[in-house]
């Protein structure tokens, strides 16, 4: 598959990852230290141009995401399912098609395709694989539910940061004035991050990337495999095995988490086995539980209802642009959708359908101030809401889901 054009594709499983789907396509998702897309970006084999999900999503225009395809997919395009993680640093097989786990992960198109044959995700890659075809095993991790950028981090984070790490330049940590390290797996400072005295880098159970522009107050302890992303401010406490995405504000306890990016949760509280998406706010206090009195597995709201996810550790996931109340608590297993505004909750927050307002499952977040305040957020990470995301925001609003 070497020089090709890849045109990434949400199916109809990766549009119902939710709280996140109805807001953000799959491509934009956080997997390990790097966005979705990225892992597919990295390959010299070709360059990600594009991608077909959602219809409602077709404006969505964050920095670096591929547009949304039209028209005639040309002969020669590798359609790539967007759920699929590959592992960073593997070169791709030159291949027809492309498997994982038995399942087809890309398929190199041998004559035209009609982009709008995707267009409802219900079109499957294995379709697509031609008599004859060459194929080939990658690996990497499948995204099958949301909770799936949970149970895999651990294992993404150990892979992804040395081969990121690698080719940057960097600090030397020993020589970061009273910063203590302990551990032996590889410790990634870039040029440009700031890392204070008084901070522990602990690489006993995993390598640590803190990036360029990323500031790492004293008192704060990183545990590894963790990353902290651009611009990032971590202002104390213990932050272990987490994926920090760009400009977040991180304070308190934090372990096993992601940060899509532009999160705040800048004051002590417990977040745990709990993914962010961009936007989030938790208010000072707020807590997630992320482990059942009994022990057992943890259910999950998914829009096929209740499912039990087989993990035992799993927090909350919560939305883009939510935002949480100081003080508020979060069950185990919780589902805030995007957009949501908690103050003041009818009861422990458990199932919170996107755009609600204070917390009950009736009222709802009215869109022209919803608009006004994420404009308003927008502007203090120095990032325009453009007109295409106001599109986006104002459809999911219309389509917003209930619990």
């Not at 044959?117 to 890659?125: E, H, I, R, S, W």
């Not at 417990?270 to 208010?283: D, I, K, P, Q």
Request: contains cysteine; proline residues 6%; glycine residues 12%.
């Amino acid at each position: 598959m070497s020089s090709r054009v890849i045109v990434l594709y949400e199916d109809a499983a990766a549009r119902a990852l939710e709280p996140f789907a109805l807001t953000r396509p799959t491509t934009e998702l956080r997997g390990g230290a790097v966005l979705l897309r990225d892992r597919w970006a990295q390959h010299a084999y070709g360059a990600v141009t594009g991608r077909v999900g959602a219809p409602h999503l077709a404006s969505f225009d964050e920095p670096g995401t591929p547009p949304s395809v039209r028209g005639e997919l040309a002969e020669g395009t590798v359609i790539a399912n967007a759920r699929f993680a590959p592992t960073l640093g593997v070169p791709l097989d030159d291949a027809d098609v492309l498997t994982a786990d038995g399942r087809v992960v890309a398929v190199r198109l041998r004559e035209p395709l009609a982009a709008a044959v995707l267009g409802d995700g219900t079109f499957t890659l294995e379709s697509l694989v031609p008599r004859g075809a060459s194929t080939a095993e990658v690996p990497g991790w499948w995204i099958d539910r949301a909770w799936d950028l949970i149970r895999h981090l651990g294992g993404m984070l150990a892979s992804d940061i040395p081969v990121i790490g690698a080719p940057l330049a960097l600090r030397d940590p020993a020589t970061l004035d009273g910063v203590k390290i302990v551990g032996t797996h590889p410790v990634f400072i870039e040029d440009g991050a700031a890392v204070e005295p008084f901070v522990l880098l602990d690489a006993q159970h995993g390598p640590l990337l803190v990036r360029r522009g990323a500031h790492v107050q004293a008192f704060s302890r990183l545990v590894g495999p963790c990353s902290v992303g651009a611009d990032s401010v971590v202002h104390g406490g213990r932050v272990a095995g987490s994926s920090i995405g760009e400009q977040c504000r991180v304070h308190g306890e934090v372990s096993v988490s992601v940060f899509f990016g532009q999160c705040n949760k800048a004051h002590d509280g417990f977040v745990g086995h709990s993914v962010l998406g961009r936007w989030a706010n938790l208010g000072a206090g707020t807590t997630t539980s992320n482990l059942k009195n009994s022990y057992g597995p943890v259910q999950m709201w998914t829009p096929d209802g209740m499912t039990d996810t087989g993990m035992q550790f799993l927090g909350a996931l919560i939305g883009d642009h939510a935002k949480l109340s100081i003080g508020t608590l979060l069950m185990t297993g919780s589902v805030v959708g995007a957009g949501a505004n908690i103050f003041a909750p009818d009861e422990r927050v458990t199932v919170v359908p996107p755009f609600s307002w204070g917390g009950g499952r009736d009222a709802v977040f009215a869109l022209d101030k919803f608009l006004e305040v994420a404009e308003r957020v927008h502007a203090r990470r120095g990032l325009p809401l453009t007109d295409g995301l106001r599109q986006v925001l104002t459809a999911a609003h219309a389509q917003r889901w209930t619990a």
